[in-house]
C-alpha cells in the first residue's frame, strides 16, 4: 500500500505543484509526515520522501529496481539518449565517456573566462536602479555554458541559440512535463506545437555544432570539442548537450539568485564573504553557496521509477511507482538542520553533511555530472561580483520561489541595486 497523500483529483495537484510548489510540499509534509503520495498526471504516482533511511535506500540501490525513468518527463526535450533517463549499462557508458571533461584542471582554464563575462556584465547594469539577478544571472550563465561547453564565439550565434533557449523555458514546459494530456501538435498555434518547433530549431543548431566541432583543424578547450573526439553519436551526443543546456545553465542561474537574495539579506554573511574575499580565501563563500543550495534547492525532488517491487519503510510499492526523494524537505528537517529557516553559514564551515541529508545535487550513481562545473561557476561569479561590485538587496531574503520550467527560482528575481562598480 502507498503512504497516504492529498486527496484531490490529480489535475489539482498538478497545478498546485506547477504553481505552489514549495506550499505544496509543506502543507504535504505537515499533513502526512516523511513519505507521502502525490498524483503528477498521467496516472503516475509519486511517493515523496525525506527519511533519511529512506533516501538511503534509494541512493544505495540497484539501478536496476531505481531506474532514470523516473525522469521520463523531461525525454521530450533531452532526448532518449541522455544520461538524465538512461539506465543500467547505457548509463555507466555516457557517465564514462561525459565525466571526463568536467573534472580536474580544465575546469580552472574556465575561470578567466567565467570571470571576463562576470566583469562585463556588471558594466552593463543600470546603476542605482534595481535589476532582476536572475535574468542577469542568467545573461552570465548561458554565455559561459555557450562558449566554454559549446565552443561558440560568434555573438549573433549566442543570441540565435539563448532565444530559442529561453523559449523553450518558463511554466508552460513544466506544465506540458508534468501533464502529459497536453502533449498533443495541434499545429504552430499549440503549446505542444510551438514547442515541437522551437525544438526543432535548437537541434538545427546544435546539430550544426556537432559537425563543427567534428571538423575542426584547431586545437579547441571547449567540452564539446573534447565530447566530439569520443566514440558517442551524434544523437548521443545532442542528447547529453541538450541536458547540460537545460539542466546546467537553468540550475546554476537559480543557485546564483539563491545565493545572492541569501547572502546580501543576511549582513554578517555579507561581510564574512567580502572579507574572506579581501583576504584571498573562498572558503566562507564557499560555505555560503552550500548553505544557500541547503535552504533554497533549485530542484527539489530527485525522482526514480520502480522497475520491480520494492520497499520503503513498512511500505511495499509496485513497479511502476515514482519514488522521489525531497532534498528542499530533507534539508529543512530540524533534526538535522536546527533552525533551518535561518541562514546560517557555520553549518558548511569545514563541516559537511551525510549525502542523505544534503543532496541539492542528487545522489547515487545518478548524482550530477555537472557539478563540479556549477560549483565552480558560481565561486568564479559571486567572487567577482562581491569583489568588483557593490551591491544591495531588494526587501527581505524569503523563501518564496517560482517555476522556471522545472527549475525554481526566486519569487521576485532577487532585485538587486547596483551602487558602484570598481
Known amino acids: ?181 497536453l502533449q498533443r501538435d495541434l499545429g504552430s498555434w499549440s503549446p505542444w506545437g510551438r514547442f515541437l518547433r522551437t525544438r526543432a530549431a535548437l537541434d538545427e543548431l546544435v546539430f550544426d555544432e556537432i559537425k563543427r566541432a567534428r571538423q575542426a583543424t584547431t586545437a579547441r578547450e571547449d567540452i564539446l570539442s573534447s565530447l566530439a573526439r569520443s566514440e558517442l553519436t551524434d544523437q548521443e551526443l545532442r542528447d547529453e548537450l541538450l541536458t547540460l543546456l537545460g539542466a546546467g545553465h537553468e540550475t546554476t542561474t537559480a543557485g546564483l539568485a539563491w545565493a545572492l537574495r541569501w547572502i546580501l539579506g543576511t549582513p554578517d554573511a555579507h561581510e564574512r564573504v567580502v572579507a574572506d574575499l579581501k583576504a584571498g580565501e573562498t572558503k566562507i563563500l564557499d560555505a555560503a553557496i552550500q548553505e544557500s543550495m541547503r535552504i533554497s534547492p533549485p530542484i527539489p525532488i530527485v525522482p526514480r521509477r520502480l522497475a520491480t517491487e520494492a520497499t520503503l519503510g513498512p511500505h511495499t510499492l509496485p513497479a511502476g511507482t515514482y519514488v522521489a526523494p525531497c532534498p528542499y524537505l530533507s534539508q529543512r528537517d530540524p533534526e538535522s538542520f536546527p533552525d533551518p529557516d535561518r541562514f546560517v553559514l557555520d553549518r558548511f564551515v569545514g563541516k559537511r553533511p551525510g549525502p542523505y541529508e544534503f543532496y541539492p545535487f542528487g545522489g547515487g550513481t545518478r548524482l550530477c555530472i555537472g557539478l563540479p562545473f556549477a560549483i565552480f561557476e558560481m565561486r568564479e561569479v559571486l567572487a567577482t561580483l562581491f569583489t568588483h561590485a557593490r551591491m544591495t538587496l531588494v526587501g527581505e531574503a524569503s523563501r518564496r520561489a517560482k517555476r522556471r520550467a522545472i527549475i525554481l527560482v526566486p519569487h521576485d528575481g532577487t532585485r538587486v541595486v547596483v551602487e558602484r562598480t570598481t
Open 1 to 181: 500500500m502507498l503512504p497516504p497523500g492529498p486527496r484531490r483529483p490529480a489535475a489539482l495537484q498538478v497545478w498546485a505543484w506547477i504553481s505552489k510548489p514549495l506550499p505544496f510540499l509543506e502543507d504535504c509534509a505537515h499533513r502526512f509526515g516523511k513519505r507521502f503520495t502525490i498524483k503528477l498526471g498521467g496516472g503516475r504516482k509519486f511517493v515523496l520522501t525525506w527519511d533519511k533511511d529512506d533516501v538511503r535506500t534509494v541512493f544505495t540501490g540497484s539501478p536496476e529496481v531505481f531506474s532514470g525513468k523516473g525522469n521520463d518527463s523531461f525525454r521530450h526535450f533531452v532526448g532518449d539518449h541522455s544520461l538524465f533517463v538512461l539506465d543500467g549499462d547505457a548509463h555507466a557508458r555516457h557517465r564514462r565517456l561525459v565525466a571526463p571533461p568536467f573534472k580536474g584542471e580544465r575546469m580552472r582554464t574556465y575561470a578567466s573566462l567565467t570571470n571576463d563575462l562576470t566583469r562585463r556584465a556588471i558594466e552593463r547594469w543600470p546603476k542605482g536602479t534595481p535589476i532582476s539577478m536572475v535574468e542577469a544571472m542568467n545573461e552570465i550563465t548561458i554565455e559561459v555554458i555557450f562558449r566554454a561547453i559549446f565552443g561558440v564565439e560568434d555573438a549573433q550565434r549566442v543570441a540565435s541559440m539563448w532565444a530559442l533557449v529561453k523559449k523553450l523555458g518558463g511554466t508552460t514546459t513544466a506544465a506540458l512535463a508534468f501533464a502529459p494530456a
